[in-house]
């Protein structure tokens, strides 16, 4: 059976996301918050693809990929620029233009419910009530929240790599017996296929705000689109017509720019293991970033709002 293990499970000897490896600026993060080494065999494997005659020697690499790890790290902390990066990306084989997933993500055969997306979360993860509303919500996890908000937390997260040894709650839910109709799993599937999106919201229709694929893009009216001035979920598609799963309502439309930022700084992080990674895998395999960003700037333009 083939292994869903995701790109950023924890290394073994990296437990947890213990408060002193955490920065102030970004309190509410999970394993993203550690330390995360690159992978020296898929740069050169991709020394190979691209035909770069001169790859560094592992040491250096090793070196290289550290300063890229401490300048992510004082980005998030307000201590330096976002183009602070930008000088290490191209010794690393990250740089390059933006790549897309070609795949398409399916046609679900049933319409599965955030209410069953939260309880096959807590099902297999059981923590999700602590750990989610912080990795999804950001600051305002400190607040009180509203069950159906908690709810959506945990159909969110049901997509988020977090279960030993880094598989997310539906995978692992598929896998165990007895396992579920194969509705079921060919469904979530295709939900977990289906990157989450930033959407702009007018009606029942939706547009990304964020750079996709063009088989991610919402055509046509989607079931249950809040109505608020955008939304983050993940639009499948059904035979009934396309609608809008793990959603987080916004009630205000954040900037594209300060998102897409956040977005593409986890996505050059991600390829440092794997550089074929597309933007559409960085938003499935860290979903949790584009809804915490989005909340994180909610809670910090509150005032001026």
């Known amino acids: 059976m083939k292994s869903v293990r995701s790109i950023v499970g924890r290394h073994p000897d990296q437990d947890t996301a213990s408060p002193h490896w955490i920065a102030p600026r970004d309190p509410y993060a999970g394993d993203e918050a550690l330390i995360w080494p690159g992978d020296y065999a898929d740069y050169l ?9 001169s790859p560094m020697a592992e040491a250096e690499y090793a070196a290289l990929d550290l300063a890229f790890e401490r300048t992510y790290r004082e980005i998030l902390d307000g201590d330096a620029p976002y183009s602070a990066i930008d000088e290490l990306l191209e010794p690393l084989l990250i740089a390059g233009p933006l790549k897309h997933d070609g795949r398409p993500p399916g046609v679900a055969t049933m319409v599965i419910g955030d209410r069953q997306l939260a309880d096959i979360a807590e099902n297999q993860l059981p923590q999700v009530g602590l750990v989610g509303p912080d990795r999804i919500l950001g600051p305002w996890a400190d607040e009180s929240l509203p069950r159906w908000q908690r709810v959506q937390v945990g159909a969110v997260m049901a997509f988020v790599p977090e279960v030993d040894p880094g598989v997310p709650p539906w995978a692992r839910a598929i896998k165990r017996k007895p396992r579920p109709d194969s509705d079921v799993r060919q469904s979530l599937r295709v939900m977990a296929r289906t990157p989450p999106m930033l959407w702009s919201v007018s009606g029942d229709t939706l547009s990304p705000m964020l750079p996709s694929a063009p088989q991610f893009m919402a055509s046509g009216p ?3 689109v809040p109505d608020v001035p955008a939304v983050i979920g993940r639009v499948v598609n059904h035979a009934d017509g396309p609608y809008l799963s793990a959603s987080m309502p916004l009630l205000r439309r954040p900037p594209a720019d300060v998102i897409l930022r956040r977005v593409l700084l986890e996505w050059r992080r991600l390829r440092r293991r794997e550089r074929r990674l597309s933007l559409e895998d960085t938003l499935r395999e860290r979903s949790e970033v ?3 960003s989005a909340f994180e700037w909610l809670y910090m ?3 001026d709002g």
């Open 45 to 53: 494997r991709h020394s190979e693809r691209t035909g770069f005659a």
């Open 222 to 224: 989607v079931h249950g």
């Open 290 to 292: 584009l809804y915490r």
């Open 301 to 303: 333009t509150q005032v």
